[in-house]
């Protein structure tokens, strides 16, 4: 009839015992030789109250006394119900579905949130006996946590899993926790946004967390080169929905134009626009929505950075060399070539100068271009001397230069101005006479020296195609910035082709600012190219923003991109009644109720001694 | 134990007792002779030892008996001193013992008498036959006080000790030594005391643990000469029985003095001295 839950603590039932016995002891009157007997009567009866005040006083005393002993006792020893009458303790698998749709915003917490709430409101309704643990997947596997038992506090919601189910998983097989006096019942609880049931072995109640939704997002990005329209290329941007994209330069938070394509079904264009400072363009889905992780991405690219370009010129040419001019206009489509006669004072900033036989005062220039003069830090140019085709010396081309030298043998002038000796260029072409026509410093600033002077040689002529090709090719390689090639955007689950200038080992690390930095998977890889510097990276299990390092310098970025359904439907599952799964024939009876009654007895006996004694009835 | 050591024997004998000077007005002055028994009545019979007269035996008890006893004669204008032993029970009691007390107060008052050559007599409420001493009876007078028993009962009939006021009461100083716990025999002596002309002093001799008493706890209080009180004694209850006792004792003070007898409280931790000071003062002893 009863069972205790701690019967290492039955021996406190001993007190009670040990109670009476020492009050017997206490109160036992011990033999005293007196004389006066007759006055020891009288004192007696005097001091003494009534025989029958004296019984109820320790009547009530040993009463409150058992009662208090026996409550302690009881409640130590944990008087329960028995075995048969109780029912089997429960092991509730809370599964909490982790895949990313989890991370949709339902009125400003993610399903995955709600989710967690859902699974302590079901630990907390758990039974004492009862135990649960929370199940979720971490790639593609069930992964069960520690057993909690009735007022344990859950973590944070578990990482987002992108990988794939793999396969099912037993739960009737997980070890139960030790310590169950029967074998416990098993049951899964789901909540999910998932209509697909799992198989996990046990009963399985599925609840739905959130509502169905539509998410737009950003479903491919691409890369376009400059296309010689005076841009640094372009981003063709597809949504799901057609949802305007809008762009933005970072860090200065300016607006990037953008506009839709007439041909292509929700796809924008994002003109990136040519500026000396590497590209940071942060492309987003104009209207917010329910999962604001696949809604932008920013792009990090470093295209041909010649913005300005100025061309000087003597003054007293009166006007720039047209031939010169529009060859310009033609190597650098998009930039407005600003012509500037040099004085004595005269002072330029550009991205490129181009010197025709004048060399401003003063200039600010990361690229020169100089035709027959040369700042004297980098050399000093000789007196003029007649150039015959096929009359200049072979150079053999240096090795590191960059861009491939076209054979400059054919070219001639009636007066071409070779170097000093001592100039700090690296010769392209030389005179016969030993002088240097032709010469380029790599490095900042870039610089390439021409002897030839376009108006007196065949230098920008159509006949011979090898000045122009020199003038194009140097002006390619110095805007080709890195000479890594890598891409800016990869499908996650899909290989991408990447080119280094020599064979090395990528490593590629999940950005910690990326949105689905919290996702479970790899977070950092390692590659190794070919011996030509080429190789295929991804697939990639994350998506986000990775940091590539080669081999510990970040030498770019690129974005993994994951196609992702936009329709955030959540079945129709009805709320669990977590009372009637629980709490079902566990009420409590006479027996959880009698500890306590039993020190409310004595609390009532002891106000009533205490009364008693306040009337006067006691003493 | 000894009732007295050396050095207090030697000051008892040097005190006289007062009361029969100013009975016989100090017309006699000191007596003659300390032969007791050589007057004309007679006075008790005592046991022969060595040395004594033979022509005092008492040949007729001897041819009873077939024992040598002397024959005593009180000499007119002879003090006669009771000394009467209250031996109940509750004498008995006491660390320092009420009944060696009682004894000492006794012997020394005998003591003093025999010195004096008065005529001692002794007896105690249990045993109805007192014992008559001489001026040479100094030793067995402290023998016999000092083998006296208390008796196992507490004693109601006085009558042996009323018979010994029936002669030459005017004579007669009573030295009446008890607790007075069963008080009523005691002050039905001392009232015919005074009827027969004695001059009484009551010695009454409490214990200390009687008046002042330290017990504490849940006590069954088992009464000497009888009864059982079961108490849980406290301070109030000590306190209760403290006053019980000074009532008690304040009656007995008051029914003394009204049976015309003086009255001494001796605790029984006290040494002899006090209480010879109080005979002086009650005019029972003079220096």
């Known amino acids: 009839m009863l069972e205790f839950a701690r019967e290492q603590w039955l021996w406190l039932f001993a007190l009670v015992g040990v109670f009476y016995v020492a009050w017997w002891f206490a109160r036992r009157y011990r033999k005293r030789r007196v004389t006066y007997g007759l006055i020891w009567q009288r004192v007696a009866k005097r001091v003494l109250p009534p025989g029958w005040k004296r019984v109820l006083r320790t009547v009530l005393t040993l009463l409150v006394s058992g009662l208090m002993l026996s409550s302690i006792a009881l409640k130590a020893a944990g008087l329960q119900r028995p075995e048969s009458e109780r029912p089997p303790p429960l092991l509730v698998f809370v599964l909490v579905d982790n895949s990313p749709s989890m991370r949709a915003l339902e009125n400003k917490l993610t399903r995955a949130q709600l989710a967690q709430q859902r699974a302590q409101e079901i630990v907390d309704k758990l039974g004492d006996l009862d135990r649960a643990a929370l199940v979720w997947r971490q790639n593609g596997q069930l992964l069960v946590g520690p057993w909690l038992k009735h007022g344990d506090s859950l973590g944070p919601p578990p990482p987002v899993d992108w990988a794939a189910h793999s396969g099912a998983t037993d739960l009737g097989r997980v070890a139960a926790p030790p310590g169950l006096p029967s074998e416990p019942a098993r049951l899964c609880i789901e909540l999910t946004d998932s209509d697909t049931p799992e198989d996990v072995g046990v009963r399985l109640l599925r609840e739905s967390v959130g509502t169905s939704q539509k998410n737009d997002g950003i479903k491919r990005a691409t890369y376009e080169p400059p296309a010689n329209d005076g841009t640094s290329g372009s981003l063709l941007v597809e949504s799901y929905f057609g949802g305007e994209i809008e762009a933005t330069s970072l860090p200065l938070m300016s607006a990037i134009p953008v506009s839709q394509e007439p041909d292509m079904l929700n796809t924008w264009r994002v003109r990136l626009p040519i500026q000396p400072e590497p590209l940071e363009i942060w492309v987003r889905v104009a209207a917010s929505d329910p999962l604001p992780e696949d809604d932008s991405i920013v792009v990090r690219l470093d295209p041909p950075r010649l913005a300005t370009v100025t061309l000087c010129y003597p003054a007293e040419d009166g006007e720039p060399n047209d031939q010169l001019e529009k060859a310009l206009s033609l190597l650098l489509p998009g930039r407005e070539i600003i012509a500037q006669p040099v004085s004595g004072d005269t002072i330029v900033r550009a991205d490129l100068l181009v010197c025709d036989r004048a060399l401003p005062a003063q200039y600010e220039a990361r690229f020169l271009m100089c035709f027959g003069v040369l700042p004297v830090e980098y050399g000093r140019v000789g007196s003029p001397v007649p150039a015959e085709p096929n009359m200049q010396l072979r150079v053999e081309q240096p090795e590191d230069l960059g861009f491939e030298v076209p054979d400059l043998t054919l070219l001639y002038g009636r007066e071409a101005v070779p170097l000093e000796e001592g100039h700090s260029l690296v010769p392209l072409a030389k005179h016969m006479q030993g002088g240097t026509l032709v010469g380029v410093k790599r490095g900042s600033p870039e610089v390439l020296y021409v002897g030839f002077i376009p108006h007196l040689s065949s230098l920008l002529l159509q006949d011979d195609w090898s000045g122009v090709l020199l003038l194009s090719r140097w002006l390619d390689a110095i805007q080709s910035g890195p000479r890594n090639k890598l891409p800016l955007f990869v499908q996650a689950g899909e290989q991408a082709e990447f080119e280094l200038e020599r064979s090395g080992t990528l490593q590629i690390q999940l950005s910690d600012t990326s949105l689905w930095a919290q996702s479970c998977g790899p977070r950092e890889y390692a590659v190794t190219s070919g011996p030509d510097g080429r190789g295929e990276l991804g697939p990639f299990t994350i998506p986000g923003e990775y940091v590539v390092k080669h081999p510990v310098r970040e030498i770019g970025r690129l974005t993994a991109f994951a196609p992702y359904d936009p329709d955030l439907t959540v079945p129709n599952l009805p709320r669990l009644d977590l009372n009637g799964l629980f709490h079902k024939g566990t009420e409590p009876d006479w027996r959880d109720r009698l500890p306590g009654a039993l020190l409310w007895i004595a609390l009532g006996l002891m106000i009533l001694e205490w009364l008693l004694w306040l009337v006067g009835v006691t003493e | ?287």
Request: net charge neutral; aromatic share 6%.
């Open chain 2, 1 to 287: 134990m000894p009732l007295f050591d050396e050095a207090t024997l030697t000051r008892l004998r040097r005190l006289r007792l007062a009361a029969g000077r100013v009975q016989r007005g100090g017309a006699r002055g000191e007596r003659l002779s300390k032969q007791f028994g050589a007057g004309q009545e007679f006075g008790a019979h005592r046991p022969y030892t060595q040395g004594d007269d033979l022509r005092r035996v008492d040949w007729n008890v001897y041819g009873r008996l077939g024992q040598l006893f002397l024959k005593l004669f009180e000499q007119p204008g002879q003090l006669r001193v009771l000394l009467v032993a209250d031996d109940a029970p509750t004498m008995s009691f006491g660390e320092h013992d009420k009944w060696l007390a009682a004894r000492r107060a006794l012997a020394a008052v005998g003591m003093i008498a025999l010195e004096g050559s008065e005529h001692v007599v002794l007896s105690r409420l249990g045993v109805p036959t007192p014992v008559n001493f001489d001026g040479t009876g100094e030793a067995r007078l402290l023998q016999l006080l000092d083998e006296m028993p208390v008796s196992a009962a507490p004693t109601e009939n006085t009558a042996g000790v009323r018979g010994m006021f029936e002669r030459r009461g005017r004579d007669s100083v009573l030295v009446l030594v008890s607790d007075f716990q069963n008080r009523e025999p005691l002050l039905g002596i001392l009232r015919d005391a005074r009827r027969a002309g004695v001059r009484a002093v009551a010695i009454s001799i409490a214990a200390a643990e009687e008046l002042n008493p330290t017990l504490e706890g849940f006590s069954r209080l088992q009464a000497i000469g009888g009864g059982d009180t079961k108490l849980r004694i406290d301070e109030r209850v000590l306190q209760a029985y403290r006053e019980e006792v000074q009532h008690y004792r304040e009656g007995i003070t008051r029914a003394v003095h009204a049976a015309g007898a003086a009255f001494i409280e001796l605790d029984s931790a006290d040494p002899i001295e006090p209480l010879i000071v109080d005979l002086m003062r009650a005019g029972v002893i003079g220096a």
